[in-house]
């Protein structure tokens, strides 16, 4: 077993689910209801792990809990460094380790905004990256890659207004003949070593 694992083993007991190492860097799972004693025992604790270096959210939409909510802590002074994992739903919130961690407070946030994972007890959870007024969660799998909205200026009404997005786009054949589309009956230059078109040579005769 990995010595850090080991060492956040003996000091979280139970509350650890599962562990592994990954290209070298441990990582262990812990309750989701125990995530904030746990990280105040690793920050307080002999692992001595001071700094929060970043929380990001990774979704799996055919696990029964999607979510997963990663912690990635650096003990400076002891030089090591330690990944944390809970699992969640898209209904079931997470506690918020401001409290213990007070950079964790945008990075709950981003979570929230952009995976619509929910934070109790956050002293401010509010969106970080998209609009107040945006709807969904755009880092969310079964996301549509366009969105719900588009937005624009309206002369009109002289602001900013949202309207459902449109993907209109006019008919086009492609040939595939040539690189220009439109030209396909000529030799360009630059192009003596193109494959001509079989009906080149025969439409000169």
């Not at 002891?78 to 994992?85: F, M, T």
């Not at 755009?138 to 009404?157: A, C, N, S």
């Amino acid at each position: 077993m990995h010595p850090t694992i080991a060492a956040a083993r003996d000091l979280l007991g139970d509350a650890v689910l599962a562990d592994t190492v990954i290209h070298g860097e441990p990582v262990i799972t812990v309750k989701r209801e125990q995530i904030a004693d746990a990280m105040r025992k690793l920050r307080d604790g002999a692992l001595a792990f001071e700094q929060l270096v970043t929380i990001c959210g990774v979704d799996y939409p055919t696990r029964a809990e999607r979510f997963e909510v990663v912690y990635n802590l650096l003990s400076v002074s002891k030089n090591l460094r330690l990944r944390v994992k809970v699992t969640t739903d898209e209904d079931t919130p997470v506690p918020s380790v401001v409290a213990v961690y007070p950079s964790a407070n945008w990075f709950e946030r981003e979570t929230w905004d952009l995976y619509g994972v929910f934070f109790t007890d956050h002293p401010d959870l509010r969106r970080l990256l998209t609009d107040y007024g945006f709807e969904g969660h755009p880092l969310r799998k079964d996301f549509p890659l366009t969105g719900y909205v588009e937005l624009r200026y309206d002369e009109d009404q002289k602001r900013v207004v949202y309207e459902p997005v449109k993907l209109v786009q006019d008919y086009r054949n492609f040939e595939f003949l040539s690189p220009w589309e439109a030209i396909t009956d000529v030799q360009l230059p630059g192009d003596e070593k193109a494959v001509k078109p079989a009906y080149w040579d025969a439409s000169r005769k």
